[in-house]
């Protein structure tokens, strides 16, 4: 009864998984999840305007086409919002690494252009936004370019893969956001693309200027950083005080370029070949219409900066068409291996969408029982499941990495406090826990760029004469440190910290613990041409 009164603490702990998954979560969404809904009804309605032009059927049939190629979920008559869900998708939301789904930068390349000088003196604003674009745009327009490929290679298998069209849409509709990005007076180009400010304790002087007011949108903006608490051009998507719907210049361009990509996709469903140039032409067009950084040129598939913008004396380009990386085939199976990189695309998945699949940690745990320090030591393996779909409301528990941990560990203080039926001390190979739990890699902590795994289930000493179950709760801290390494870069070295809440006190109520190992990578692709998708592992 005594461990009992002690479990309250067990609850306390567990919520490090309850927060999350209930949605206690803060978010930086790009407008407001209205706005994004009311964009994409905007880009609907003017498709389905849109008369028949230029050797294209009017915007109906369009969208009734793209419905049966399973490119959109709904038929005409009945579509619906999908772009304000991927936002839920905690990995993507947070992780530094992921910013580019919400076409934003991760921490570096933004640190980088913040401390630029050009000669010995610190760079201009515009220089700062030029080295910016220069270092985040390659793989925002990688991603983009990689997503819609593969919508049209097997648009139901991407949605089902946690991308699809949807994705692409929300990626293009945060474009616009001012907190996001920082358009050109038209609204189709760009100046600048901006970092979280909450994914670090400190930035840069040069980080956190504020750039010029804008006519098109309320609210202050930062000029290289998203805001946090003050992110009023969230707001920026509403028009008129008064009118329903009214859309801003900013979300109307949104609208507009989102019609475009769906129009775009409709003529690259029409192409046999989905190798073909021609689905590289449209893209091309299509990115130079809504995505040509100010002041470049175009030269093939690159945005090409003059010489010296920068000081240096080099032109500078930002790719954005990747048909020769796209279309590499990294892994020819053999005969009967069913579950090897089949297709050509897998690495393209696996560099923008991968996921942790198993992790093997060494664990030395310490606390305090019993009047004496207590520790243990052992081994810890953890099983994550790769979270899958991003487009649905009904998906938000297939969206969380549920996992789960095994862990064996030493107790030398439990051994050397119980007797045998002899008098003798307890040899230490029978004093070993041995651990299930239910541990789902919940959230990512921004700041520290690590991962929160809660972890919750029943430990039980097995060996010795009186068996004793206890419930453990608590959670962890994991960071990926290092290089990626092996034959396919599919493990990471892995560094965690972590706490947990014993009844049975072994090796104490509580005991903090410092692990070190390595995780293995799985991304989730699709198995071309099957209609459904498949978690394999990439080949490089």
């Known amino acids: 009864m005594k461990k009992l009164c002690r479990i309250p603490l067990f609850f306390l702990a567990s919520a490090a998984i309850l927060a999350p998954l209930l949605g206690f979560a803060p978010t930086a969404n790009a407008f407001e999840a209205d706005g994004h809904a009311a964009i994409e009804r905007e880009a609907y309605a003017r498709l389905k305007a849109r008369p028949a032009s230029q050797g294209l059927p009017d915007g109906l049939s369009i969208l009734h086409k793209l419905y ?74 990688r991603m983009m370019y990689y997503f819609f490929r593969e919508t049209i290679r097997n648009s139901q298998g991407a949605s089902q893969a946690g991308r699809g069209i949807y994705v692409l849409m929300h990626v293009v509709g945060d474009s616009y956001s001012p907190e996001h ?32 007011a804008r006519d098109n949108c309320s609210g202050r903006t930062m000029a290289m950083l998203h805001r946090v608490a003050q992110a009023k051009a969230d707001k920026c998507w509403r028009g008129t005080e008064g009118v329903t719907q009214a859309l801003s210049p900013l979300a109307n361009a949104a609208a507009i370029a989102l019609e475009e990509l769906l129009v775009t996709t409709y003529r690259a469903q029409l192409i046999a070949n989905a190798n073909a140039p021609a689905i590289d032409d449209l893209w091309r067009s299509y990115a130079q219409a809504y995505f040509q950084p100010q002041g470049c040129t175009v030269q093939g598939n690159d945005f090409v900066y003059a010489t010296g913008t920068l ?34 695309q897998s690495l393209n998945a696996f560099t923008f969408d991968r996921f942790p699949m198993n992790s093997w940690y060494v664990v030395a745990a310490s606390g305090h029982a019993f009047g004496r320090d207590a520790w243990g030591w052992g081994v810890e393996m953890n099983h994550h499941w790769t979270p899958a779909g991003a487009d649905e409301r009904g998906v938000f528990w297939r969206r969380i990495p549920h996992g789960y941990a095994l862990t064996a560990s030493a107790q030398p203080g439990y051994a050397q406090r119980h007797l045998t039926a002899d008098g003798k001390a307890l040899a230490l190979g029978r004093a070993i826990q041995v651990e299930g739990l239910y541990a789902p890699n919940v959230l990512v902590v921004p700041m520290l760029n690590a991962t929160l795994q809660g972890r919750i289930g029943v430990g039980v000493m097995p060996l010795v004469s009186q068996p004793e179950w206890a419930v453990v709760s608590g959670a962890s801290l994991a960071w990926n440190v290092g290089e990626d390494f092996g034959r396919r870069f599919l493990y990471s070295w892995r560094l965690a910290l972590g706490y947990d809440y014993d009844t049975s006190a072994l090796p104490a109520y509580h005991t903090v613990s410092l692990k070190l190992g390595f995780n293995s990578w799985k991304g989730r692709v699709i198995k071309n041409p099957l209609k459904r998708y498949n978690e394999v592992l990439p080949d490089k």
């Open 181 to 212: 990005a920082t358009r050109t007076p038209d609204l189709n180009g760009l100046v600048a693309v901006k970092g979280w400010r909450l994914s670090r304790f400190g930035w840069p002087q040069g980080a956190k200027e504020f750039e010029p």
């Open 68 to 141: 049966e190629a399973n490119v959109l979920k709904e038929d005409v008559a009945d579509l619906v919002v999908h772009t304000t869900y991927p936002d839920i998708s905690f990995e993507r939301q947070f992780a530094q690494d992921r910013q580019v789904y919400h076409f934003m930068a991760p921490n570096r390349p933004v640190v980088q252009a913040a401390k630029l000088k050009i000669g010995n003196q610190p760079a201009s604003l515009e220089q700062r936004q030029q080295k910016l674009l220069q270092g985040v745009l390659p793989d925002c327009f």
């Open 311 to 344: 000081g240096d004396g080099k032109s500078e380009t930002i790719p954005f068409v990747f048909g020769a990386a796209y279309t590499y085939t990294p892994h020819v199976p053999k005969p009967g291996q069913s579950k090897a990189g089949e297709w050509a």
